[in-house]
T-cell receptor
Framework: GESVGLHLPTLSVQEGDNSIINCAYS??????FIWYKQESGKGPQFIID?????DKRQGQRVTVLLNKTVKHLSLQIAATQPGDSAVYFC??????????FGSGTRLQVQP | ETGVTQSPTHLIKTRGQQVTLRCSSQ?????VSWYQQALGQGPQFIFQ???????GRGNFPPRFSGLQFPNYSSELNVNALELDDSALYLC???????????????????FGAGSRLTVL
């Protein structure tokens, strides 16, 4: 497969541990935020989203936290599995017409 | 239900040439967006098409142009290729009830696997 990012910040965790990936977004007016997972050779895949009127949203094994005061998003993955290894991007939008992506974090899960 | 498909998957061009990349949107989707992803970076918005009309554009020069067809498939054309155009080009489709409304909920954008363009 093709490498998505050669020089990205990397988070290395043990299988079964919880992972926390952080993201600082740029536009205080953004009102919708999304986390994407991108594996080598694939396009970004939706994980979870959150609107600006919320500060927490939970999915299956994933939780997104939004702190608008400091323009910070985090993605928490519970019981991390080898299949979670990928590059993770946060994205923000105001217009719904265009997403602005962050620079990404590589998650490596050690068996 | 088929997802977003892009072609070609890989191609090599030389500076000054022109390239056309193609995208078939997911069934039921009427909006197509194109993104450029340089190695090691997040995707950058190029433009979006809704019902065959451009519906927003990012910070890309006019030599980046596009089309959307009645079946909602789309093309991205890049003229006068430069070395910095080397990147993964991602197409994403979505369903918008009205122009610019954006999708809501889990399926706001469905991405294809991309076309990897190398400019020599």
């Amino acid at each position: 497969g093709e490498s998505v990012g050669l020089h990205l910040p990397t988070l290395s965790v043990q299988e079964g541990d919880n992972s926390i990936i952080n993201c600082a977004y740029s536009n205080s007016a953004s009102d919708y935020f999304i986390w994407y997972k991108q594996e080598s050779g694939k396009g970004p895949q939706f994980i979870i989203d959150i609107r600006s009127n919320m500060d927490k949203r939970q999915g299956q094994r994933v939780t997104v936290l939004l702190n608008k005061t400091v323009k910070h998003l985090s993605l928490q993955i519970a019981a991390t599995q080898p299949g979670d290894s990928a590059v993770y991007f946060c994205a923000e939008t105001l217009s719904r017409r265009a997403l602005t992506f962050g620079s990404g974090t590589r998650l490596q899960v050690q068996p | 239900e088929t997802g977003v498909t892009q072609s070609p998957t890989h191609l090599i061009k030389t500076r000054g040439q022109q390239v056309t990349l193609r995208c078939s949107s997911q069934s039921g989707h009427n909006t197509v967006s194109w993104y450029q992803q340089a190695l090691g970076q997040g995707p950058q918005f190029i433009f979006q098409y809704y019902r065959e009309e451009e519906n927003g554009r990012g910070n890309f020069p006019p030599r980046f142009s596009g089309l959307q067809f009645p079946n909602y498939s789309s093309e991205l054309n890049v003229n006068a290729l430069e070395l910095d155009d080397s990147a993964l080009y991602l197409c994403a489709s979505s369903f918008d009830r009205v122009r610019g409304s954006g999708g809501a909920g889990a399926n706001v954008l469905t991405f294809g696997a991309g076309s990897r363009l190398t400019v020599l």
